[in-house]
């Protein structure tokens, strides 16, 4: 069974950098196009970043879009999210997600193309 799982999140200031982690287990992240997306309190889920599963192709939400880079390691079965600068607005659940890697024409920044979930991993940004 293939299981994404985030790390990395917690309590940081205004200002300050974050890493997650994205690790999948029964399976090879090498297959996989992977996507973050969060959801803050009273919010829906947002569209943070994307990666194809080759790394050539990577997209980023427009809150985010020159704050966060998203790359991959898949010797290391992980794809990383640095986030920088970060804002009180920031705060939220983040996840990462992973399309069928059976189905073409998958459109990587839209939530309702992932098939498989993590948990999520809290980040909160104080002010």
């Known amino acids: 069974q293939v299981q994404f799982v985030e790390s990395g999140g917690g309590l940081v200031q205004a200002g300050d950098s974050l890493k997650l982690s994205c690790t999948v287990s029964?399976?090879?992240?090498?297959?996989?196009?992977v996507g973050w997306f969060r959801q803050g309190p009273g919010k829906g889920r947002e569209f943070v970043a994307s990666?194809?599963?080759?790394?050539?192709?990577?997209y980023y939400g427009d809150s985010t879009r020159g704050r966060a880079t998203i790359s991959r390691d898949n010797g290391k079965n992980t794809v990383l999210l640095q986030m920088n600068d970060l804002k009180v607005e920031d705060t939220a659940v983040y996840y990462c997600?992973?399309?069928?890697?059976?189905?073409?024409?998958?459109?990587?920044?839209?939530?309702?193309?992932?098939?498989?979930w993590g948990q999520g991993t809290q980040v909160t940004v104080s002010s």
């Open positions: 990666v194809a599963w080759h790394g050539g192709d990577s």
């Open positions: 029964g399976a090879s992240i090498s297959s996989y196009d």
């Open positions: 997600a992973a399309p069928d890697p059976e189905r073409p024409l998958v459109d990587l920044t839209s939530e309702s193309d992932y098939k498989f």
